[in-house]
Nanobody, 129 residues
Framework: QVQLVESGGGLVQPGGSLTLSCAASGFPLDYYAIGWFRQAPGKEREGVSCISISDGSTYYADSMKGRFTISRDNAKNTVYLQINSLTPEDTAVYYC??????????????????????WGQGTQVTVSS
């Protein structure tokens, strides 16, 4: 059974950092890309970044460049999203999802939600003082 489980969310003060994890089970990640998305209350889901597990190529949404870093640990079948200099505007549920391995190369289409087949349940990130 294909399963993605996000973890690492929580309450963080502005300016802080978090590292989210996306652990996959039921299938090897090697033949996929993993994308991170987020959805804030009352807003549409937006793409953050994606990574191809096989070659490590990455893509970031323009608005996410600089503070977000995506990485993977193939041995642990896990993808990470590090977020630095958190602001209240980063408050959202963060989701990971699987997609074709060439997604990072698709550039502007790399973070199109319908390209992603399996989704996790999400982890809540709240940035507040």
């Amino acid at each position: 059974q294909v399963q993605l489980v996000e973890s690492g969310g929580g309450l963080v003060q502005p300016g802080g950092s978090l590292t989210l994890s996306c652990a996959a089970s039921g299938f090897p990640l090697d033949y996929y890309a993993i994308g991170w998305f987020r959805q804030a209350p009352g807003k549409e889901r937006e793409g953050v970044s994606c990574i191809s597990i096989s070659d490590g190529s990455t893509y970031y949404a323009d608005s996410m460049k600089g503070r977000f870093t995506i990485s993977r640990d193939n041995a642990k079948n896990t993808v990470y999203l590090q977020i630095n200099s958190l602001t209240p505007e980063d408050t959202a549920v963060y989701y990971c999802a699987t997609g074709p391995p060439d997604l990072p190369y698709r550039k502007l289409r790399a973070l199109t939600p319908y390209e992603y087949a399996y989704w996790g349940q999400g982890t809540q990130v709240t940035v507040s003082s």
